[in-house]
């Protein structure tokens, strides 16, 4: 079992690390036997959409005042230090943290665990093992699902379950407990085109929109969405 590690949850606007932003950093470090704690809220610059909130229960109102990633990324990447990182779908969590390192001029390479790898090879039974079901059948107490501290918290608890339970049952699986390399690769945005800008433009004039972002800056995957949002609220007229 890691005896030095981080714990790691975001809660995003989204699923895409390219376009998608980063909402709530919730952290848990255990170093030396000590435990401390990381946790923010982020504003992601963008509006937090209706099925967001709805899952995530995280608005707009509780986002505004708080710092932008950039503004942050720094000082949670001195929180991780050189120690691996633990996560229930790792990776997913990882391509957001990178993409926002990276964008704000930081190196971000790390090794990881992650618990889902672990129930996968150990409980192929079971018909899910997402995080919210794995907790109610070990009966992990898991108060606020889809809120970056305590999933943290109960990753970390079911870790060392999984520990407990399967780390000695097979020599030659237990590479599935050893951290390895994280990979993501970060795609490269292309800025907004000509034409988006001109149809994104007469968009917002048409309904009136006052746009919380400057348009010449958005990506093109920024603006497409954008374009959607608009035309799925307001429709084309």
């Known amino acids: 079992m890691l005896k030095n590690y981080v714990i790691v949850d975001l809660e995003t606007t989204g699923l895409r690390a390219d376009t998608d932003k980063i909402i ?48 942050i990324i720094g000082e949670f990447i001195e929180f991780t230090k050189d120690l691996p990182l633990l996560g229930h779908n790792l990776l997913f969590d990882f391509g957001f943290l990178k993409t926002a390192a990276v964008q704000n001029g930081y190196s971000f390479q790390k090794n990881g665990l992650d618990t889902l790898d672990i129930a996968r ?58 951290p390895k390399e994280l990979h993501f690769e970060i795609k490269k945005a292309s800025p907004i085109t000509p034409r988006q800008k001109s149809y994104l433009s007469s968009l917002l004039f048409r309904h009136g929109i006052k746009p919380d972002c400057v348009i010449d800056e958005l990506t093109k995957s920024e603006a497409s969405r954008m374009i959607d949002r608009i035309l799925s609220k307001y429709g084309m007229g």
């Open 24 to 71: 709530e950093i919730g952290a848990i470090k255990i170093e030396n036997g000590n435990e401390s704690i990381y946790h923010s809220f982020v504003n992601p610059e963008i509006p937090i959409s209706e099925r967001i909130v709805e899952i995530v229960g995280i608005t707009d109102e509780m986002v505004k005042d708080a710092p932008k990633i950039g503004e």
């Open 121 to 178: 090879k150990y409980l192929p039974e079971l018909e899910s093992r997402k995080l919210d079901y794995l907790c109610e059948y070990f009966g992990i107490q898991d108060e606020q699902h889809h809120r970056a501290w305590n999933d943290a918290k109960v990753t970390g608890e079911l870790y060392h379950i999984l520990c407990e339970r399967f780390e000695n049952v097979e020599e030659k699986n237990k590479k599935v407990f050893e």
